[in-house]
């Protein structure tokens, strides 16, 4: 282990970087590197070189050849490129992954470009100070946007396709008269920048956070800069190479240092940088937790155990069971199994991987119920690494790139065999290759809009975990509208259509397609987002033409704008929910009386526009009783307004104004009875006993008299109570009788009209103790009946 582990050097005290020979380089490089233009894709992708682009013996007829080498040097292709003058600036990204490059030629103006495919170069903003090329610059993605920032002696710029800002770098050392590199790190989350003072600062690629800052003591100008940091690591460093040095440093203040041969390329991956050169190409990454856990010099992780053990046993050595027994008294042999299979993922060489995967195999032997998936499929993986890292293939894939590189190089068939090989859930494998697939698909624009979207849909059908929609994104980022709109017609959940239709300006497709799916949350988001887009106007005949949608837009203005449910009412002609609209205004939005009569003659004049003839009256009363209310609190004081005719009624006679109480009840045609029934009430209880006698005496009652009674039984008056129950109709004498407690009389009426009825109220309302005599006399009653 010992030995495995001195091509180890630590930065700072918690993590270690190694460098490892990938290939020996087979191509036949007469030139040096620095006398090409070079570029490298990530992914372990080709090498594209162009010789000697400077050379001016050229003939002027002669145009350059671009060839193209696989990672571990062997020709792939070679091809004629254009006249045009070569620029390393542009080179540098001929061969990135996405699909859309970006070539910029600031010199002095600064010019960019979105799709080499098609040329089209768009005049960036001027750059205060700017008279000739830059001393660095790079790129930076931000919500799919590309922005250039670039340095001018001290200062530093964001382009956009529309704005110039300065850029100030929190914590930047002073004294910095320019800036000589810069770097993005491979995930455009944190950038470097190299000064002539030697520093390098290290922040987030927002320019809101430092990282750290370096003194690597060299002022010379690097010849490259990149990031090297590996995925979930909280380490962060970045690699400096100068003519023949290669330095490694973090946030810490002691650094790694390589001496370089030859001339050398860096190319940021994943999760470390290629270096290669005329000879050999290499690559330096962060030493992975797993496999530092193993190696490292005394180490006693389960996983080191492990390993030892396993080599033990292989020699027939009792320490073997040493070591296992350690494991196992630890209770950590489930943790050290996964240790080696994790370790031996990130393991360059076969032999070593061999080595931690039999040590896995050992410890899974003592284990009951270890699943042995991981193992498994970590086999598996580690094969198809190994068969593509060949020196015949030249793809150097590591463990963590695995995953993405044959969709990103579209290798689709190839890419899908491979997850059938692995078993992988077509969710998590065939799925993602199949949209990858269809999202390159829209971007061949020689092929119409109708058979793209035909032959996706073909291709995918309802494959489980594919997504239309995000096709259909792909598809209007690269100016296809039309086949987005096709392809949204695959896409079952309109959740997911709703949000795309807005965005490509198709928000009455977007609403129709809401209206279908019955979520009402989605139709209200269309509604808000038509409201913002079209004038009022039409937003309304829009509604008009849905339904649905215009009976939730109204319940949304009930709760929300009211002034816009007024407007719909208007704008369709419906006078009668116009004038509900009116009514409600009276009451909750006006507060002076003079505001809620007009409001309530607005309603007048809408209903009779509906013809409701009804609702008009109604209206029309409700304003006389507000203004008489208005003038009887003018007059007499107290509370009228807001009160029924009754209550009111009510309120004048308590208030002992018996003739207004009459004249409004002429006024407002309230029938007698009621009047009666009123004055009745309200005299009992002002307890007025005399007043209400007075009143049953004015003329012939027009309820009878047993209410007279009822009430004062009410008021606990039976004095009063007599008075009235004399003056009840024979057909509600017993009742009267009974109320005021007179069962004797009671009966003895009942007797005489010869009611079984009334003979029977009387019986349930007699008690055995003292009304025996007058049960008897009912019962001979009857019998006298019976036998008539």
């Known amino acids: 282990m010992d030995c495995y582990t001195a091509n180890w050097n630590p930065l700072g005290d918690s993590a270690f970087y190694r460098k490892y020979e990938l290939y020996s380089m087979d191509w036949d490089l007469k030139e040096e590197l620095r006398d090409c233009l070079v570029a490298a894709a990530p992914y372990g992708g080709p090498i594209a070189l162009l010789r000697n682009p400077w050379r001016k013996e050229k003939a002027a007829s002669v145009r350059p050849v671009l060839e193209i080498y696989s990672a571990s040097g062997m020709p792939l292709a070679s091809l004629m490129v254009s006249a045009l003058?070569?620029?390393?600036?542009?080179?540098?990204?001929?061969?990135?992954?996405?699909?859309?490059?970006?070539?910029?030629?600031?010199?002095?103006?600064?010019?960019?470009?979105?799709?080499?495919?098609?040329?089209?170069?768009?005049?960036?903003?001027?750059?205060?100070?700017?008279?000739?090329?830059?001393?660095?610059?790079?790129?930076?993605?931000?919500?799919?946007?590309?922005h250039i920032l670039l340095a001018v002696g001290p200062d530093l710029y964001l382009l956009d396709h529309a704005t110039c800002s300065p850029v100030t770098l929190p914590g930047l050392a002073p004294g910095v008269s320019s800036f000589l590199q810069m770097a993005v790190s491979f995930t455009s989350r944190h950038?470097?920048?190299?000064?002539?003072?030697?520093?390098?600062?290290?922040?987030?690629?927002?320019?809101?956070?430092?990282?750290?800052?370096?003194?690597?003591?060299?002022?010379?100008?690097?010849?490259?800069?990149?990031?090297?940091?590996?995925?979930?690591?909280?380490?962060?460093?970045?690699?400096?190479?100068?003519?023949?040095?290669?330095?490694?440093?973090?946030?810490?203040?002691?650094?790694?240092?390589?001496?370089?041969?030859?001339?050398s390329y860096l190319v940021p991956e994943l999760d470390g940088v290629r270096i290669f050169s005329r000879t050999t190409h290499e690559f330096l990454h962060e030493v992975p937790v797993a496999s530092e856990e193993i190696f490292k010099i005394a180490s006693m992780a389960p996983g080191a155990l492990l390993l030892e053990a396993q080599k033990e046993y292989e020699k027939e050595s009792q320490k073997a069971d040493e070591y296992l027994r350690e494991i196992q008294e630890l209770g950590q042999l489930p943790q050290a199994v996964q240790q080696c299979i994790e370790a031996a993922g990130h393991e360059h060489w076969p032999d070593m991987q061999k080595s931690l995967l039999r040590a896995a195999s050992f410890g899974k032997c003592f284990l009951d119920r270890f699943p042995p998936d991981s193992f498994v499929r970590m086999c598996q993986d580690l094969r198809i690494l190994n068969a593509i890292r060949d020196y015949h293939i030249g793809i150097p894939l590591t463990y963590s790139q695995y995953p993405q590189v044959l969709v990103l190089r579209r290798l689709y068939p190839l890419a899908i065999q491979i997850c059938e090989y692995l078993r992988l859930p077509e969710v998590q494998g065939v799925s993602r290759i199949l949209a990858h697939w269809a999202c390159y698909k829209v971007q061949q624009k020689d092929v119409s809009d109708e058979d793209v979207a035909r032959a996706i849909n073909q291709k995918l059908g309802d494959t489980p975990g594919v997504s239309y929609s995000d096709i259909a994104a792909r598809a209007y980022g690269c100016g296809r509208t039309e086949l987005a709109i096709k392809l949204l017609e695959y896409e079952p959940r309109s959740g997911e259509q709703v949000p795309l239709l807005l965005k490509m300006k198709r928000s009455k497709l977007a609403l129709s397609k809401a209206i279908e799916s019955g979520d009402t949350d989605l139709v209200f988001t269309v509604l808000l987002h038509l409201k913002n887009e079209l004038n009022r106007g039409d937003f309304f005949m829009t509604l008009r033409n849905q339904p649905m949608a215009l009976s939730l837009y109204r319940q949304f203005c009930k709760h929300q704008e009211l002034e816009t449910l007024k407007d719909l009412y208007n704008q369709d002609d419906n006078h009668q929910e116009l004038g509900s609209f009116h009514i409600r205004a009276s009451y909750t939005a006006e507060e002076h009386i003079e505001g809620r009569v007009a409001a309530l003659q607005k309603a007048a004049e809408a209903f009779?526009?509906?013809?409701?003839?009804?609702?008009?009256?109604?209206?029309?009363?409700?304003?006389?009783?507000?203004?008489?209310?208005?003038?009887?609190?003018?007059?007499?004081?107290?509370?009228?307004?807001?009160?029924?005719?009754?209550?009111?009624?009510?309120?004048?006679?308590?208030?002992?104004?018996?003739?207004?109480?009459?004249?409004?009840?002429?006024?407002?045609?309230?029938?007698?009875?009621?009047?009666?029934?009123?004055k009745l009430t309200a005299l009992a209880d002002l307890e007025d006993w005399e007043e209400l006698e007075k009143f049953s005496k004015s003329k012939k009652s027009p309820i009878g008299y047993l209410p007279f009674v009822e009430i004062c039984m009410k008021q606990h008056n039976k004095y009063e109570a007599k008075k009235y129950a004399s003056r009840v109709g024979p057909e509600q004498k017993v009742k009267a009788?009974?109320?005021?407690?007179?069962?004797?009389?009671?009966?003895?009426?009942?007797?005489?009209?010869?009611?079984?009825?009334?003979?029977?109220?009387?019986?349930?309302?007699?008690?055995?103790?003292?009304?025996?005599?007058?049960?008897?006399?009912?019962?001979?009653?009857?019998?006298?009946a019976q036998k008539k």
Request: charged letters at 30%; one cysteine or more.
């Open 85 to 146: 003058p070569a620029s390393r600036l542009g080179l540098d990204r001929v061969l990135r992954p996405p699909e859309d490059s970006l070539w910029i030629l600031p010199v002095p103006r600064t010019w960019a470009t979105a799709n080499v495919s098609d040329l089209k170069l768009r005049r960036m903003p001027e750059v205060p100070g700017l008279q000739s090329a830059p001393s660095c610059w790079t790129t930076l993605c931000r919500d799919r946007v590309a």
């Open 191 to 263: 950038l470097a920048l190299f000064t002539d003072t030697g520093y390098i600062w290290m922040g987030t690629a927002s320019f809101k956070e430092k990282l750290c800052e370096f003194n690597c003591n060299i002022r010379a100008p690097p010849k490259q800069m990149v990031w090297c940091s590996r995925p979930r690591s909280k380490e962060r460093a970045v690699v400096v190479a100068w003519e023949r040095r290669l330095m490694v440093v973090g946030d810490t203040p002691e650094s790694i240092q390589f001496v370089l041969d030859e001339d």
């Open 608 to 678: 009779n526009k509906a013809k409701n003839d009804f609702a008009a009256k109604a209206t029309e009363d409700q304003m006389r009783l507000l203004r008489l209310q208005r003038c009887l609190e003018d007059e007499l004081g107290g509370r009228f307004l807001d009160l029924s005719v009754h209550d009111t009624v009510t309120t004048l006679i308590l208030g002992g104004h018996n003739k207004r109480a009459e004249q409004v009840a002429r006024d407002f045609r309230i029938p007698d009875k009621r009047l009666w029934w009123l």
């Open 737 to 784: 009788l009974l109320l005021v407690g007179d069962v004797a009389q009671a009966a003895d009426v009942a007797i005489e009209h010869r009611n079984e009825a009334e003979m029977s109220l009387v019986l349930s309302h007699c008690t055995g103790a003292t009304d025996g005599a007058t049960v008897d006399k009912i019962q001979r009653a009857r019998a006298q």
